[in-house]
T-cell receptor, first 107, second 115 residues
Framework: AQRVTQPEKLLSVFKGAPVELKCNYS??????LFWYVQYSRQRLQLLLR??SRESIKGFTADLNKGETSFHLKKPFAQEEDSAMYYC?????????FGGGTRLMVKP | AAGVIQSPRHLIKEKRETATLKCYPI?????VYWYQQGPGQDPQFLIS???????DKGSIPDRFSAQQFSDYHSELNMSSLELGDSALYFC??????????????FGPGTRLTVL
C-alpha cells in the first residue's frame, strides 16, 4: 500500500535556525516525489520536485531511496516560511499526501 | 497567469441534499483531480480525469460522481449528503505528457458545510 509519513505535526524554530521536515514513504515502483506548501489562507502550491534537484526559496530535498526518505531542508529559516508543508509521492495520476507538518518560524 | 478556478467557494447544504462543485482547470491542462480535506486531515484523493475519461479512482464514496466536460472543466456531484461530507474540496489540474506529469496545480478549494 502507498503510504507517506510525516512524523512531526508541528515544528517550531526560531528565525535563522536550520529546518528539516521529515518525510518517509512506502511506495511500489518509482514514484515522483514532491513537496507542496500551503501558506495561511492560500491554496496548495508546489514547492519542489525531486527530479529537478532544484532549490526553491532556499529549500532543498534529497531523495534517499535506501531509507525511502525525502526530507525537506533549509539552512536558515525565515518568518515567511511559516506554513503547512506536505510531502506527496506521485504515481500514475495520483498524489498521496502525507499528514503534513506545520512549520512555525518565530522571530 | 490563469490558475485553477473553483466554484462556489463556500456551500452550505442540509443532510440528504445534493451538491455540485465545479472546477475550471488551467487553460490547456488536460487532467483534473479532486481531493477532499476533512477538518484537521490531509487531502485525500477522490478521482481524476484525463481527456474527459476517468483515469484514477481513490476513496470516492458511491454517493459521489464526477465528470469532465468537452471544455475540460469538471463537476463533482454529491448526493444524499452526510454530516461527514463537510470538508474542503480541492480541484487540481495538470498537463500529462510533459516531463513532470504529476505536477498538479491546485484551486482554492470549495468549503462544503453539511448541517
Amino acid at each position: 500500500a502507498q503510504r507517506v509519513t510525516q512524523p512531526e505535526k508541528l515544528l517550531s524554530v526560531f528565525k535563522g535556525a536550520p529546518v528539516e521536515l521529515k518525510c518517509n514513504y512506502s511506495y511500489s515502483g518509482s514514484p515522483e516525489l514532491f513537496w507542496y506548501v500551503q501558506y495561511s489562507r492560500q491554496r496548495l502550491q508546489l514547492l519542489l520536485r525531486h527530479i529537478s534537484r532544484e532549490s526553491i526559496k532556499g529549500f532543498t530535498a534529497d531523495l534517499n531511496k535506501g531509507e525511502t526518505s525525502f526530507h525537506l531542508k533549509k539552512p536558515f529559516a525565515q518568518e515567511e516560511d511559516s506554513a503547512m508543508y506536505y510531502c506527496a509521492p506521485g504515481a500514475g495520476n495520483m498524489l498521496t499526501f502525507g499528514g503534513g507538518t506545520r512549520l512555525m518560524v518565530k522571530p | 497567469a490563469a490558475g485553477v478556478i473553483q466554484s462556489p467557494r463556500h456551500l452550505i447544504k442540509e443532510k440528504r441534499e445534493t451538491a455540485t462543485l465545479k472546477c475550471y482547470p488551467i487553460p490547456r491542462h488536460d487532467t483534473v483531480y479532486w481531493y477532499q480535506q476533512g477538518p484537521g486531515q490531509d487531502p485525500q484523493f477522490l478521482i481524476s480525469f484525463y481527456e474527459k475519461m476517468q483515469s484514477d479512482k481513490g476513496s470516492i464514496p458511491d454517493r459521489f460522481s464526477a465528470q469532465q466536460f468537452s471544455d475540460y472543466h469538471s463537476e463533482l456531484n454529491m448526493s444524499s449528503l452526510e454530516l461527514g461530507d463537510s470538508a474542503l474540496y480541492f480541484c487540481a489540474s495538470s498537463l500529462v505528457g510533459v516531463r513532470w506529469r504529476n505536477e498538479q496545480f491546485f484551486g482554492p478549494g470549495t468549503r462544503l458545510t453539511v448541517l
